[in-house]
């Protein structure tokens, strides 16, 4: 399972970016798809995460109504769709999939995309 991300980018406060995560292999109709994020200095943290069926969604507080996590089943492919950017949300992104599969759990991270926002 591989999973690619791209998208990222610099922008100024108030801009917005789209990245997306191309996944190959044959986990991703059944995988919890997620983007995560890690600041300099900080840990990663949840960004927002929607689940494989009915698409259920969850953010972060710090990104909720700026932020929108869709995914393209036809084309195993995920998006965040990043709105109203601000300095805070510098980081690097990472695309991660997860499932548990007759009990065994999977768990898969992208090599991840850098998002830069100046103020």
């Known amino acids: 399972v591989q999973l690619v991300e791209s998208g990222g980018g610099a922008v100024q406060a108030g801009g917005s970016l789209r990245l997306s995560c191309a996944t190959s292999?044959?986990?991703?109709?059944?995988?919890?798809m997620g983007w995560y994020r890690q600041a300099p200095g900080k840990q990663r943290e949840l960004v927002a995460t929607i689940s494989s069926r009915i698409e259920i969604t969850n953010y972060a507080k710090s990104v909720e109504g700026r932020f929108t996590i869709s995914r393209d089943n036809a084309k195993n492919t995920i998006y965040l769709q990043m709105n109203n950017l601000m300095p805070e949300d510098t980081a690097v992104y990472y695309c991660n999939a997860y499932s548990v599969i007759y009990d065994n759990a999977y768990n898969y991270w992208g090599q991840g995309t850098l998002v830069t926002v100046s103020s």
């Open positions: 292999g044959d986990i991703f109709s059944v995988a919890i």
